[in-house]
């Protein structure tokens, strides 16, 4: 399957969950409005930093190995068996920390300790929602396409039904809950998904070479780096805006970052379902470049084409997906849309660092852009205000790009020094 048919699938997913998420918007939008959407931004940080703690962080090299040695089954289960072990270890001792420092969480994070429920039920649940994750990754590696993208259809509901039930009713409380007990409740379908692939044989193995968790570690440290740098960042940036500004204009900041992630759901479901198991599986420069070069064919001219209907139509989406509260998030659009053209084209290249596992190249720039970003938010906003943000962000994915292209230049313009040579130990079998 190609990444053209793959995107049609997942766009067929995304629509479903881009529709479900403008509801979702709205409703919470009009509860709680602009302070509760950066109190919720806060919460929606902290649960993906404890959530993939609490699956070791290893869902992105569950999706790279299965897929890897999916044509030999004693490799393949390793791996499987493996990653079942990481994540029950992983989700039962960080869950059980979430709930004995409840209160501390919601303190820092949420600048109160009523919401100290909510990371209690977060504590208990994680196992199950850790588990929900890796079948889903798992899905991936398999290319079992159709199937991941079924469940992801019945997730997009399921959300939509608790988001909107529960946030009527809880008001943030309701918002907060419902985005744990959606991962919960999907559990059950992606399990059934799993059960039901035909060609699919598995028997668990408690001994496990020692290399697969080596292998494994890797990647969980590139996901644990990737995810507390960013969301860490989002933190201190909203918190920045609050202390700067008011909470209300951080919240009109979560506001364009919604946006952004909204209308790029296509090409970020793509890139994880389509690009991670494809580039993981080649192996010579040539057949990177190609596919490289035919994935821009695509992207390039969506990624443009979308941001300039995005910014034609920004006073509609704001009516749509917010309140005249957020009105003032207009004059954010046009530098927020850049960023996301430089980020999208860079994240073609950034995924071969993945796909590689070139651990040490991607652990550093991932932290060195995240503390950029911040610093020149706070620059940018000192004589820009709150416009700097959205200018920090697309100089930061500019400078990325930048940095992305000189990276990887012997595949894009094929020297023969290629990446794939340099990472021969780090891509070698095991036993």
Not at 54 to 82: C, F
């Amino acid at each position: 399957m190609n990444f053209l048919k793959t995107s049609f699938l997942t766009a067929i997913s995304t629509i479903i969950r881009l529709m479900s998420g403008l509801v979702i918007n709205k409703i919470v939008a009009i509860y709680v409005g602009p302070s509760g959407i950066a109190l919720l931004g806060q919460f929606l940080n902290i649960f993906g930093i404890i959530t993939n703690l609490g699956n070791g962080a290893i869902n992105t090299g569950v999706t790279k190995y299965v897929a890897e040695y999916n044509e030999n089954l004693n490799k393949r289960n390793q791996v499987i068996s493996a990653s079942i072990i990481i994540i029950i270890c992983f989700s039962l001792i960080t869950g059980f920390f979430v709930f004995l420092f409840s209160e501390r969480i919601s303190d820092i994070v949420l600048q109160s300790d009523k919401y100290r429920n909510i990371f209690k039920l977060l504590g208990v649940t994680l196992v199950f929602i850790s588990l929900n994750t890796f079948f889903l990754a798992l899905l991936n590696g398999l290319k079992q396409i159709k199937q991941f993208v079924l469940v992801n259809i019945i997730s997009s509901f399921v959300a939509l039904i608790l988001s909107s039930t529960l946030t009527i009713k809880f008001k943030l409380f309701g918002a907060f809950s419902a985005t744990i007990l959606a991962q919960v409740i999907i559990l059950l379908v992606s399990l059934v998904a799993i059960t039901k692939l035909k060609d699919f044989k598995y028997k668990f193995k408690f001994s496990v070479n020692t290399n697969i968790y080596r292998r494994m570690f890797a990647f969980s440290l590139m996901t644990i780096v990737s995810i507390i740098s960013v969301s860490l960042t989002q933190i201190l940036i909203r918190d920045y805006i609050i202390d700067e500004f008011s909470i209300r204009k951080a919240g009109i900041w979560q506001g364009i970052w919604k946006v952004s992630e909204m209308y790029l759901m296509v090409l970020t479901t793509a890139f994880s379902t389509y690009y991670l198991p494809k580039l993981s599986e080649l192996k010579s420069r040539i057949e990177l470049r190609n596919e490289i070069m035919s994935g821009y064919k695509i992207i390039i001219p969506f990624v443009i084409s979308s941001t300039l209907l995005v910014y034609l139509c920004r006073d509609f989406i704001i009516w749509l997906l917010f309140t005249p509260e957020f009105y003032e998030m207009r004059s954010l659009f046009f530098y927020q849309l850049l960023g996301d053209v430089f980020k999208m084209i860079s994240w073609t290249l950034a995924f071969l660092m993945i796909a590689k596992a070139m651990t040490k190249s991607f652990i550093i720039t991932e932290l060195v852009f995240s503390l950029s970003f911040y610093l020149l938010t706070i620059i940018l906003t000192k004589t820009n205000g709150l416009i700097g943000v959205t200018q920090a962000y697309a100089l930061n994915y500019l400078l990325y790009l930048l940095l992305m292209i000189y990276m990887f230049s012997e595949v894009l313009i094929g020297k023969k020094n290629c990446l794939i040579n340099k990472n021969k130990k780090m891509e070698g079998d095991y036993e």
